[in-house]
């Protein structure tokens, strides 16, 4: 690039030699037009190209300012965070300073402490070391000034005690001679008189007999008096009263009880028999009830008692395998509990297995099977034995040879069921209201819910048809599972009742199908 300040003709001597060719041209004027033309858009390129320029230059400048800016906001942010570093650092330094001062002072304050606390400790410690002195100054010459009264007295407390000795041995000797003088008269009186030796010895053997009379007569009274008044051990559940007069009857306790067609024919006929053989003072069969759990043995038992004009006695085998050494003497308080009632009582032994099990088990179990045995061996007027089990095939061949007849107990059909379904919902759902007012009154009136029961005869035959395999226990369970769940769905709902319907008591029983198979699951599995 030329230095700007010197001059180059040049370029004029070519314009000038160049415009002198044009001017001689035919085409001069349009040459030149042209050249002005490609001047100004030469000019106008410069022009443009200065603005452009110019707008970089802008840009530029604008694009450094901003730097320039962001630059010092940079610095600007890292000179307050330094400061604000700085004043953390300060502030913490300043709290660590507190805090160690603080340190400090506690522990000066604790020295302070422990030092007025060993000045205590010493202060009381020579107090009772000199306490401690004192007393025992005082005790020696306690002891100094006792032994010296004692020394004086002791001539006195001698004379005393040898006065005392003499008079109380002449006491003796008086008595000793007062006794032997009667002795020797009543012996001189017998002598005279030997009448009186005889009425002596007629009352001394009269009042003997007397007394082991009494003694073997009250004994066997009170024996008597606690069979008839106390209830042994191993009965769970008895129609026999030990105090009647404390607790009402009642005759109607079994009425609409709902058995299998079967069971109260066989119920009628045993009965029957019952009664007869009591009428005549015969013997009394023992009898084997078998099946599933939950249909009806025990309350076949007691309506038998009922209706045959028996006293029942309710005994699990479970509780007898528990006594162990203890169950011969339990039983045989049991047997002797029911020879002391004249109406005869019906032994009812719920769970057999556990106890009559075959003879390959303890020696505790075969003692008690033994002396089951022993009281069963000869048909009793005073007692009927009655097994359950819902395994009969475990049972001891002895206590099967004691059986006179086995009731099998199987599920209710599903007529049986319908009118069981029928009676529960009556008893659960249209008195529940007025046995909730009886039993507690104040809970009723305070808070009670209202459950409608709204199925059909067909909806509860629909639903007696899921229960093949149900027992009336399940039965009862069901129902009472329908009611608590109605109640809950009243708490649920905040209402004050609920209405069940077939749909609600579906879906109780597709719960109970399930709990039912989970049980005949787990008993596959034992």
Known sequence: MKNQGVFDPTALERAAQAL???????????????????????????????????????????????????HQKQVNQQIADYNDKLERDRIKDKLKDKELTAQRMREETEESIKRQENMRRETLTMQMKKQFELEEKKITLQAKL??????????????????????????????????????????????QNPQGLLTIAKVMLFLSGAFFFSK??????????????????????????????????????????????????????????????????????NL???????????????????????????????????????????????????QSTPKGTLI??????????????????????????????????????????????????????????????????????????????EDTFQKSSFISLILNPAKAFSKRFKVNFNLSDDEIQSLAKQMEHFSPRQIDKFIISLYDAALGQCIIDRQNQYCVDLTFANNILERSLYENSLRQEWSAQI
């Open 348 to 425: 009812f032994i719920d769970e057999a297995e556990a106890i009559f099990y075959k003879r390959s088990t303890s020696k505790q179990t075969s003692a008690a099977l033994s002396t089951f045995l022993a009281q069963t061996s000869a048909a009793s007027k005073k007692y009927s034995l009655i097994l359950a089990t819902n395994l009969p095939y475990k049972l001891d061949e002895a206590i099967l040879d004691r059986i006179d007849q086995i009731v099998k107990f199987d599920y209710l059909n599903e007529e049986q069921r319908v009118k069981l379904l029928k009676k529960g919902f």
């Open 288 to 338: 084997l009830f078998h099946g599933q759990p939950g249909t009806g043995k025990t309350l076949f038992a007691k309506l038998l008692a009922y209706n045959s004009g028996l006293h029942f006695a309710v005994i699990s085998g479970g509780d007898i395998e528990k006594l162990g050494e203890q169950a011969v003497p339990e039983i045989d308080k049991l047997f002797s509990w029911c």
């Open 216 to 285: 073997y007569s009250l004994g066997l009274g009170f024996k008597r008096l606690e069979a008839l008044l106390t209830k042994p051990s191993l009965v769970r559940e008895t129609s026999r009263r030990s105090l009647k007069w404390m607790m009402p009857s009642s005759k109607r306790i079994f009425d609409k009880i709902i058995l299998n067609p079967g069971l109260e024919t066989t119920l009628k006929l045993i009965t029957s028999g019952f009664i007869a053989k009591q009428s005549q003072s015969a013997p009394l069969r």
């Open 20 to 70: 002198r060719e044009l001017n001689k041209s035919p085409h001069a004027a349009k040459a030149l037009e042209a050249m002005i033309k490609t001047e100004e858009a030469k000019r106008a390129e410069k022009q443009a190209q200065q603005k452009q320029n110019e707008i970089q230059k802008v840009k530029v400048e604008g694009d450094e300012r901003r730097r320039n800016m962001d």
């Open 146 to 191: 006792n032994a010296e009264n004692y020394r004086k007295n002791f001539d006195l407390i001698i004379q005393e005690q040898e006065k005392k000795a003499q008079i109380e041995k002449q006491a003796k000797i008086e008595l000793h001679n007062l006794y032997f003088a009667k002795f020797q008269q009543g012996f001189q009186y017998l002598q």
